[in-house]
């Protein structure tokens, strides 16, 4: 099925997950606006061809300037852990709403839970999606599990590299479909395609299901040596996040990881099929994006001694 390019509106643009979004509309010949408070880190967006406009969360008046004349909005959220989050989603989807856009796909960030966790990562986005499906606005929810790229992250690579260890808060036999930036992107840009399929609601992972001990095989099939897996003890774990991203962020993290790994069954599991029925995409596996990766540039940062 052929579509219109479109004129589309993307929050979060100069983050990891935001800028896949825009890097892929581009290659997909649509007019994209990136809406930055700092235009000075939105250089190379400008210069691939986006059109970089000015405004803040905080701010509705610069958010409904943002979405004049956009056809649809992808909508992603600073990683914040209070109400303000509820504030900054509020004030897009109303922006676009008085603006006249016809189509928005939001980005929790996570497999947001149906029903009050008392875990501020999962209730806040809960309450932003709500919204949104109250706001009349024809919408989209992409709900995704774990990115594959927390394994490339500083605090991961080197000392998968260095040690021959994969370390993550989470049960050696805890089970998740694991899913790269990319193929989030490219889910986003198809949802965007497809206002047909408003009040969607997609829980999203990649084509397996792995525990912990089957990603550290995939890394030592790659690697061609042993790589061993350590679940990370939530307290230390919430420490060491802490320690390097100030708190109460670390607390926030572990807080939902402790909830994902004392669930009866996993919410991470995901059946893939019914999904890229209706929102086409090959799919990437771990070994794949693993192979991908340029390890030794990763390894070279210092491993945290926190």
Known sequence: MEYAQQRVLVYGATGVQGGSVVRQLLQHRHQVRVV????????????????????DLK????????????DAVFLVLPLEFSTAVVEYGRNAIDAAKAAGVNHIVFNTSVVVANASTNVKALDLKREVQRYLQQSGLSNIILRPTFYMENLAAPWSAPTI???????????????????????????????????????SIFNIGGPEVLTG????????????????YYPIPLDQFEQQMNAG????????????????????????????????????????????WILSQNWSNLARTPVSQT
Do not use: C
């Open 245 to 288: 991203m100030g708190e109460p962020i670390g607390t926030e993290i572990a807080a939902l990881y402790r909830w994902f790994v004392e669930q009866p069954q996993s919410p991470a599991i995901i059946n893939m099929q019914p999904v890229v029925q209706k929102l086409p995409v090959q799919l990437t596996s771990l070994k794949q």
């Open 36 to 55: 930055v408070r700092d235009p000075g880190k939105a250089q190379a967006l400008g210069q691939s061809g986006a059109e970089v406009v000015v405004g």
């Open 213 to 228: 001990h089957e990603i550290a095989q995939q890394f030592a099939s790659v690697f061609g040596r042993a790589v061993n």
């Open 59 to 70: 701010d509705p008046v610069s958010l409904k300037t943002a979405s004049e004349g956009i």
């Open 161 to 199: 590299v260095q040690q021959g260890t994969v370390a993550y808060p989470m049960t050696s036999d805890f089970k998740a479909s694991w899913i790269s930036v990319a193929d989030v992107a490219a889910l986003a840009v198809e949802a965007l395609k497809r206002p047909d399929l408003s009040g």
